[in-house]
């Protein structure tokens, strides 16, 4: 099966980008070199394409009910031009996917968008679609993956470059707020949202307007590399790999997200949260420090002193701003302290390793 392109995949292309396969679309790894675009997002503003991520609009008399049983959050509190990060959970509490909710301004045509994980967005037009007719609910799901593109502005000085190039005050666009405005002459939603721990704003808008507001975006170009090392650096979750309902079928409870549930509403799932919500879950999510050389690297055993498997990393790098090997990894409750000395077994050699509290950085 062919990969899917993002709009500006020919723009990328004339820049010399190098590409990877991620979540069944060909999208950029690097324009220039990880720590370059990294550093660029921690000391002033870079630019990603993130059109990967799927769109879905959900709208009619039922959106909110619709869509507030299908997230962990609670999607009724969300007053027009804001927004709230959620899981997607089975019966069982799992989570399938994580999201951002906006409740859409006016001015937008719909009334809820939610943005599902790449790959993600037609697995989930079906959810809600199925969901819908089986609850009875009055409500049009639409899947407008392919019709919009998402450019992401992060860094210190990223609201003030979007600011230069739209007309809505984004001076005063509070985080988790999201406002209808024109940017580099085009109709766009401009969300203060964003996935590498620094403020900025995430811009959707038509297809046809992505390469307008990818080029207005005066800023370093910055790829799927980059966002990875500034995501794990702020602690935050990649679905498939600190969470898949399969391979690593976890809770939000285990994932470190148990704010954004909402055990006062009903949802799918809800039961089984609340369950566990007293006592907690036997294991975390937590962050890990090496203290020898090496990288820990998803799937790699996490080890007690004495050489007892406790667990596994599900996402590592070397950080480029601390310079020391970070990752996250699953342990037992009673690991999750910051200063808990561990092992990561690093191609069979354990390596002294110790917990610390995310996001690593301050």
């Not at 045509?109 to 790449?118: I, S, T």
């Not at 561990?342 to 390793?353: H, S, Y």
Request: hydrophobic share 35%.
């Amino acid at each position: 099966m062919s990969l899917r392109q993002s709009p500006l995949r020919s723009a990328h292309e004339a820049t010399g980008a190098d590409f990877t396969d991620f979540g069944g679309w060909e999208m950029p790894v690097d324009f220039d070199s990880i720590r370059t675009e990294h550093a660029a997002v921690r000391d002033s503003a870079g630019k990603f394409d993130v059109s990967h991520m799927g769109q879905v609009v959900v709208s009619g008399p039922d959106a909110a009910a619709l869509t507030g049983r299908l997230t962990t959050n609670d999607v009724q509190e969300l007053g027009p031009g804001e927004a709230q990060y959620a899981a997607i959970t089975d019966e069982s509490g799992v989570m399938l996917d994580d999201t951002v909710v906006y409740r859409l301004p006016d001015g937008w045509d719909g009334e809820y968008l939610f943005v599902p994980n790449a790959g993600h967005d037609g697995e989930m037009t079906d959810r809600w679609v199925g969901h819908r007719d089986r609850w009875g609910l009055e409500a049009t799901v639409e899947n407008r993956t392919e019709a919009y593109a998402m450019v992401a502005v992060q860094g210190p000085e990223a609201r003030d470059l979007a600011d230069r190039e739209t007309e809505a005050d984004l001076g005063s666009l509070g985080r988790f707020e999201v406002t209808a405005t024109r940017v580099a002459g085009a109709d766009a939603l401009v969300a203060r949202t964003g996935y590498t721990g620094e403020d900025g704003v995430e811009v959707v808008c038509e297809v046809e307007d992505a390469g307008a507001v990818w080029s207005a975006a005066g800023c370093r170009p910055c790829g799927l590399g980059a966002r990875d090392t500034l995501r794990i650096e702020a602690g935050f979750l990649l679905s498939g790999q600190d969470f898949h309902p399969e391979e690593e079928p976890r809770t939000p409870y285990e994932a470190g997200i148990g704010f954004a549930v909402a055990l006062e509403t009903e949802f799918v799932g809800r039961d089984a949260l609340a369950a566990v919500a007293d006592d907690g879950p036997a294991e975390l999510l937590v962050g890990l420090t090496l203290d020898e050389r090496g990288v820990p690297r998803h799937g790699y055993p996490v080890e007690s002193p004495d050489g007892e498997r406790v667990g596994h990393v599900t996402s590592g790098t070397m950080s480029p701003t601390l310079g020391e090997p970070i990752g996250l990894a699953y342990l037992p409750r009673a690991y999750d302290e910051p200063g808990r000395e561990v092992c990561v077994v690093v191609r069979d050699e354990p390596k002294k390793a110790h917990v610390t509290a995310t996001p690593f950085l301050s």
